[in-house]
């Protein structure tokens, strides 16, 4: 069955940086592009990044533009987030999530990790 | 960017009851391609969100028969025809037709009355 893995979070002081990870099995990879959504504590959905199937293709909210990096690694089935020069207000939830067609992104997701970002 | 504006925030129902969700965006949400790109979600309380509705109206695998979307150009619906328990959550709207961004809709609260 289809399965997304994050792994990364963590406890981080402003300015540090923190690399997650989200691990796909079940599916074939290389054929689904794929998000970044966070949920900061308390909060509703915010989309972060996206990066095409090939990863020719990359998006960034203008919240996380210049201080994040979304990358993939299709022979490693694996997704991934740099996030450099972290503020308080990155503190969330992180989900990784697939889509295949157009305008139909997310229909997995995984089950999240959690990044805090204080002194 | 567009807006996307769910009503009510806080929607309160008794079991067995209808449910109805209102979201509205700020331009139309019809793609060139001739498809509307809005997707509904639900967030179960403690867990990720779950794919309920895309494109306007189509129920995802494994989603109940109680649970239909419809609307057009800015305005969208997402209506529960009997409440029941396991249906306590978050609900979002989200829209994919212009992004990026791709924006979610506040989140709408349904509690059990």
């Known amino acids: 069955q289809v399965q997304l893995v994050e792994s990364g979070g963590g406890l981080v002081k402003p300015g540090g940086s923190l690399r997650l990870s989200c691990a796909a099995s079940g599916f074939t990879f290389s054929d689904y592009y794929m998000s970044w959504i966070r949920q900061a504590p308390g909060k509703g959905l915010e989309w972060v990044s996206y990066i095409s199937s090939s990863g020719s293709t990359i998006y960034y909210a203008d919240s996380v533009k210049g201080r994040f990096t979304i990358s993939r690694d299709n022979a490693k089935n694996s997704l991934y987030l740099q996030m450099n020069s972290l503020r308080d207000e990155d503190t969330a939830v992180y989900y990784c999530?697939?889509?295949?067609?157009?305008?139909?992104?997310?229909?997995?997701w995984g089950q999240g990790t959690l990044v805090t970002v204080s002194s | 960017d567009v807006v996307m504006t769910q009503s009510p925030l806080s929607l309160p129902v008794t079991l067995g009851q209808p449910a109805s969700i209102s979201c509205k965006s700020s331009q139309s949400l019809v793609h060139s391609d001739g498809n509307t790109y809005l997707n509904w979600f639900q967030q179960r309380p403690g867990q990720s969100p779950r794919r309920l509705i895309y494109?306007?109206?189509n129920r995802d695998s494994g989603v109940p028969d109680r649970f239909s979307g419809s609307g057009s150009g800015t305005d969208f619906t997402l209506k529960i025809s009997r409440v029941e328990a396991e249906d306590v959550g978050v609900y979002y709207c989200?829209?994919?037709?212009?992004?990026?961004?791709?924006?979610f809709g506040q989140g709408t609260r349904l509690e059990i009355k």
């Open positions: 989200m829209q994919a037709t212009h992004w990026p961004p791709i924006m």
């Open positions: 999530a697939r889509g295949r067609w157009r305008g139909v992104p997310f229909d997995s």
């Open positions: 494109k306007v109206s």
